[in-house]
Nanobody, 124 residues
């Protein structure tokens, strides 16, 4: 299974970016998807998660109100709309597959497949 993340780039503080994560072929073995990020010298951290079937969403407190996760079931694609970006949002962003509902949505351990990461850089 390959997850293909894209959409990263360089943006000024206050700007917006939209990340995409395509998951071709990931249908029966997926309950939902999540986004994580890792800044230089820091641990990878949870950003947002969504369920394919119910559309339930979860957000880290640091991005709540600024980021929106959504999904297109027909395209097996998940999006992360990031608005009001801050320099502290600078990180490599990863999408990941959450295989079943009982898997933790906020921990790395709840995910089994990961995309290659896309760099987001927010300048001040």
């Amino acid at each position: 299974v390959q997850l293909q993340a894209s959409g990263g780039g360089l943006v000024q503080a206050g700007g917006s970016l939209r990340l995409s994560c395509a998951a071709p072929g990931l249908t029966l073995s997926s309950y939902g998807m999540g986004w994580f990020r890792q800044a230089p010298g820091k641990e990878r951290e949870f950003v947002a998660a969504i369920s394919w079937s119910t559309g339930s969403t979860y957000y880290a407190n640091s991005v709540k109100g600024r980021f929106t996760i959504s999904r297109d079931n027909a395209k097996n694609t998940v999006y992360l709309q990031m608005n009001s970006l801050k320099p502290e949002d600078t990180a490599v962003y990863y999408c990941a597959n959450r295989p079943y509902s009982s898997a933790s949505y906020y921990s790395d351990y709840g995910y089994n497949y990961w995309g290659q990461g896309t760099q987001v850089t927010v300048s001040s």
